[in-house]
T-cell receptor, first 113, second 114 residues
C-alpha cells in the first residue's frame, strides 16, 4: 500500500534555507505535491512535480525528486517567519478513473529570529 | 473570488447526534473530497465524488455519509456510528479526478463531540 513519511519537526533561523524531506512508496505516482497548512486553516497548494522531472524551481521554492530512492524534498530559500507552518507532501495513486492523494504526517517548520 | 467554503468553522455536538458539515465550491470543479485530520497525523480520505450523483468510499468511510446532488455541493454527515468523531474536517475539490489535477482545500470545520 501507499505510505508517505516525513520528519515531524524542523527549526531554522530566519534567513537560512529550510529543507523538508519526504519518502514515498508508490512507484506509479506520476505527480507529487507539497502543501502548506497554517494554524486552523486548510491546506494551500505550494507546488508540485511531475515524476519525469528531477527538479522544479518556483521563486524561493525548489523541489528535488529522486525517483530511484522515492525521495522528495522541498527547499525554501531565505526562510521567513511567515513560512512557519506545517508542510505536507502527498503522492497520487490511481483508483480506476479517480486519483487519490496520500499525505504524509506533515513537518512542522518553526522559524526563529 | 472562486473558492471552497466550509461552514461552520467550529461545531459542537453531543454524543449520539448526527451532524452535517457543509462544503460549497464555485470553482466549477468536477471532483470533491472529504478528509479528516487528527493531531500528528496526515490527512485521511473519507469519501470522494468524481461527478454529480456519484461518490466512492475512501479509506475511513465507516460512520460517515455523503451526497452529491449538485456539482457545487458535497455535504458530509457524521453519524452516531462514528466511534471517534472529534477531528478537523477538510473538504477539497479538483477540476477533474485525475493525477494531474491538484486539490484545492477549504478552511476546514473543527468538530467536537462530547
Amino acid at each position: 500500500g501507499e505510505d508517505v513519511e516525513q520528519s515531524l519537526f524542523l527549526s531554522v533561523r530566519e534567513g537560512d534555507s529550510s529543507v523538508i524531506n519526504c519518502t514515498y512508496t508508490d512507484s506509479s505516482s506520476t505527480y507529487l505535491y507539497w502543501y502548506k497548512q497554517e494554524p486552523g486553516a486548510g491546506l494551500q497548494l505550494l507546488t508540485y512535480i511531475f515524476s519525469n522531472m528531477d527538479m522544479k524551481q518556483d521563486q524561493r521554492l525548489t523541489v528535488l525528486l529522486n525517483k530511484k530512492d522515492k525521495h522528495l524534498s522541498l527547499r525554501i530559500a531565505d526562510t521567513q517567519t511567515g513560512d512557519s507552518a506545517i508542510y505536507f507532501c502527498a503522492e497520487t495513486s490511481n483508483t480506476g478513473t479517480a486519483s487519490k492523494l496520500t499525505f504524509g504526517t506533515g513537518t512542522r517548520l518553526q522559524v526563529t529570529l | 473570488d472562486g473558492g471552497i467554503t466550509q461552514s461552520p468553522k467550529y461545531l459542537f455536538r453531543k454524543e449520539g447526534q448526527n451532524v452535517t458539515l457543509s462544503c460549497e465550491q464555485n470553482l466549477n470543479h468536477d471532483a470533491m473530497y472529504w478528509y479528516r485530520q487528527d493531531p500528528g497525523q496526515g490527512l485521511r480520505l473519507i469519501y470522494y465524488s468524481q461527478i454529480v450523483n456519484d461518490f466512492q468510499k475512501g479509506d475511513i468511510a465507516e460512520g460517515y455519509s455523503v451526497s452529491r446532488e449538485k456539482k457545487e455541493s458535497f455535504p458530509l454527515t457524521v453519524t452516531s456510528a462514528q466511534k471517534n468523531p472529534t477531528a478537523f474536517y477538510l473538504c477539497a475539490s479538483s477540476r477533474y479526478p485525475g493525477q494531474n489535477s491538484p486539490l484545492h482545500f477549504g478552511n476546514g470545520t473543527r468538530l467536537t463531540v462530547t
